[in-house]
């Protein structure tokens, strides 16, 4: 077994095993990640590199707007939040502009940091 692939499985497991806040705490990493490493790609003015990552927090945002449940009104507000936040994507990719993607991630960190406060207040102590 190569270290890439047992890297993989740990991957998969830990996803696999994942509680649904984790798999969105999850989520949230990995859309700031992406976002970062589109930063980097601009910097590095490797357009290619920038697009794709782009292309991947904008698949996690649409994702997490699909999954949206409207019975709950507070839906309504994160639908909004994730429209502007593709919209804004959307705007870096075409334009590669690095401080749309910033405000992107001061969006998505808040978002990422309010879900931990919410995992910690619904653990039992």
């Known amino acids: 077994m190569t270290n890439a692939s047992g890297y ?3 991957q998969k497991n830990k996803v696999m095993t994942a509680s649904p806040a984790e798999l969105t705490l999850m989520l949230y990493e990995g859309a700031i990640k ?3 490493v589109a930063i980097m790609g601009i910097d590095q003015k490797n357009i290619e590199k920038a697009h794709n990552n782009i292309v991947k927090a904008t698949r996690i945002i649409e994702e997490f707007r699909n999954s949206l449940d ?3 009104p ?3 507000d ?3 939040v994730y429209e502007y936040i593709l919209r804004r994507l ?3 990719n075409v334009h590669k502009d690095k401080e749309i ?3 992107c991630l001061t969006h998505l960190r808040s978002m990422r940091d309010t879900w931990k406060e919410v995992m ?3 653990r039992p102590s």
């Open 78 to 80: 994160f639908d909004v």
């Open 74 to 76: 507070v839906a309504k």
């Open 120 to 122: 910690q207040t619904g």
């Open 8 to 10: 993989d499985m740990y």
């Open 70 to 72: 409207f019975k709950y």
């Open 90 to 92: 959307v705007e870096a």
């Open 101 to 103: 993607l910033e405000e």
């Open 34 to 36: 992406f976002i970062n």
